[in-house]
């Protein structure tokens, strides 16, 4: 492990080697020497190792050089014609394929008062406080009187969120067990993005495990959807839209959700 | 036994309530804030009224309007409204907005002696009609399983038919007082791509991702003759010959724009027999067509050029190269009145002989086109360029438009002109719309508010608003006057595609399959 930037600092001091760079020249000549030397040689993990990360440059190397074949064809590859209709004037335009393609079905499905109330999942297991919080009884005073609690499940904290001194500090949030994101799946187009969480809406277990944030299986969460490019039925783009939690993030380390439309 | 004062009688109770609910006068009368010298101007530049001592206090639009009017010798039941644009003296600035008080106004902009400058006003005849903003939605006509792709009014405003084509292959005819489907014309095997109705309002025409066009009867439902084959790609815009120019014998002819990458004729067609006329050709696919008041027909092409065609003769007569992409769409000052034939919003009923249709057909062109003995037809093209351009296809000489209007900040994808020929709105990908001077290209105002692409814009028939229609499915109706927006029209579940007005309705369609009708 170097320790500070030595290197920088003697060159800065007493400049390069004069033959810096032709050494650095034959090296990189004599990297496929070197190579070809390793693959045949190398026995036993090393080879494995070395095997392994030498497929995985090549992989790199072949979707380069495709790419840069597609780059030199000129003219379109094929023209498609657009399976959904659109318009004389759309017609023969690359469209940028959004993720917005909402199908009116589902909007239909919201029209409905009914499925506007519903979600995913409906029932939830309770948690209780015994669970959810962990007494910390370290110190003198804490100890005698144990009103300090740290909590146990995953939590969504805010951007702007700092932490009380430690004499008022009822509740810890464990910076470990914070999330700000959320892999979103949009229940109708099969896609998945992951996005910024932006508030916790209801944790039906407690109005005070929503107010700390608590991330548990069937949460309704905030996220910030601009990516995708939903716009509102008022015609403005919308920004925060809600989701469910449908995994149990203490158990899976990630946080799964799904949008509610 | 005391006295009881009568109670008040009905007429005292109503003075009552007459001065209660009355706001009283209380303004002191204004005091002589002396008077000034106007010059007035027609629309064209000309002085019509030389030079006039006008007071201050008198001097509102109306006022100004009868001054006009009267100056002009007409009668009492023929006068016009006019809108008066004020030319600061001393200034390029013109105030399009009449104020309350034009001395207040004067002192703004550091006029002082304003009673010594003579004001030079230009006055801008107004329609005698207004219409009523669209400020609700009536219905939501449910019944194309696909997207609507076009819509548009039967030419009558009277009586309010409406035409759509949808991505499910069929057009459908529906009655837009009472949201009821009239007919639905199946035929096509692909999208319809365009819906026109002729001027007379006796057929429609729909052109179709299939590459045929076909003829329809409104009455029946019914389709009139076979489908028209020929093209090879897509049919992707149709247009009707003005009413004043159909032939005695011939009956109506038929332009159709053939798109996609095998086919790039615009094509002529004799509807009564079915028969091609003449088959022009561009150099690539065709994206608009338009048809004269002259017997020309526009084409704006992909490759990046109008042509015109003399549809007689069968010879091409202007080839306009300016811009430097793919033209989207083209529009002409005369598409109203061209649209509307003989059908006068102002008359009660129709004409009633041949003649006369013609007759009320070919003046209602030339009292937008003609200008002294001089027809002119201006011609506006948008582009994927960004730029707009305005051109005099008629009476061009040195192959150069009237105007090149930039400013927009990606392509433009519709355009239209008012239809007193004033005017011009272009819309376009970067999310607004533009209102410009159609006669010299000059900017007016940016209609800022969508927040997707704006799709279509149409002015109403009185040219006083503007509705355009968005990808953020909305649509705006806009004052042309001022630039504001007047009415935002929320309901669309999706992009809107189509949109088309006649009188207070405004009909629109889109991407979630249903037809909505705004009053």
Known sequence: ?261 | MATVIPPPSKRQKRENLELSSTQQDVSEPTPDAGSFRARILDDAGEPIIDAVEIQFADASEKNLSTLVNTYLGREQDDFLPYRFDIHLPGKDTIVGVFPSSLLSLLQQHGVTAASETIITLSARPQAVFKVRIASRQLHKIRGHTQAILVCQWHPDTKIKRLATGSGDGTARIWDGDSGTPTHTLKGHTSWVLDVRWSPDGTKLATGSMDGTVRIWDPQTGAPIGKAMTGHRGWVCSVAWQPYHLWRDGEGPRLASAGGGKDDNTVRTWLVNSGRVDHVFSCESGVTCVKWGGTDFVYAASKDKTIRAWDAKAGTIVRHMKLHSHKVNHIALSTDYVLRTGFFDPRSQSPPATEEEKVKIARERFEKVAKKGDKVTELLASASEDFTAAVWDPINMQDKKPIARLQGHQKAVNHLAISPDGTLLATCGWDNHAKLWNAKDGKFLHTLRGHVGTVYQCYFSADSRMLVTSSKDTTLKIWDVRSGKMLKDLTGHEDEVWAVDLVGALVASGGKDTTVRIWT
């Open chain 1, 1 to 261: 492990m170097p320790q500070n930037e030595y290197i920088e600092r003697a060159q800065k001091l007493h400049g390069k080697r004069l033959d810096t760079e032709e050494r650095a020249r034959k090296k990189a000549a004599r990297e496929g020497h070197k190579q070809s030397e390793n693959a045949q040689n190398l026995r036993g993990l090393r080879a494995k190792l070395y095997a392994k990360e030498r497929h995985h440059q090549k992989i790199q190397m072949r979707k380069q050089i495709k790419q840069h074949e597609e780059r030199n064809v000129k003219g379109n590859a094929q023209e498609k014609e657009p399976t959904n209709p659109v318009p004389a004037y759309l017609l023969d335009r690359a469209n940028p394929t959004t993720a917005k393609a909402l199908s009116s079905q589902i909007k239909n499905k919201r029209a409905e008062k009914a499925a506007r109330f519903s979600v995913p999942i409906p029932k939830v297991k309770g948690i209780s406080e015994e669970e959810l919080f962990k007494v910390v009884k370290t110190g003198k005073k804490v100890a005698k009187k144990a009103w300090k609690r740290v909590v146990t499940k995953p939590t969504f904290v805010g951007p702007d969120f700092t932490r009380r001194p430690v004499k008022y500090e009822r509740f810890i949030r464990p910076m470990g067990l914070r999330y700000k994101k959320a892999n979103v799946t949009h229940p109708t187009l099969n896609v998945t993005v992951q996005l910024p969480i932006l508030g916790v809406k209801k944790n039906p277990s407690n109005p005070l495990y929503t107010q700390l944030g608590v991330l548990t299986k069937g949460t309704i969460i905030e996220v910030n959807v601009s990516d995708l490019g939903i716009v509102t039925a008022s015609g403005k783009i919308a920004w925060g839209r809600y989701a469910q939690i449908t995994n149990n993030p203490e158990n899976d380390g990630c946080l799964n959700a799904v949008l509610l439309v």
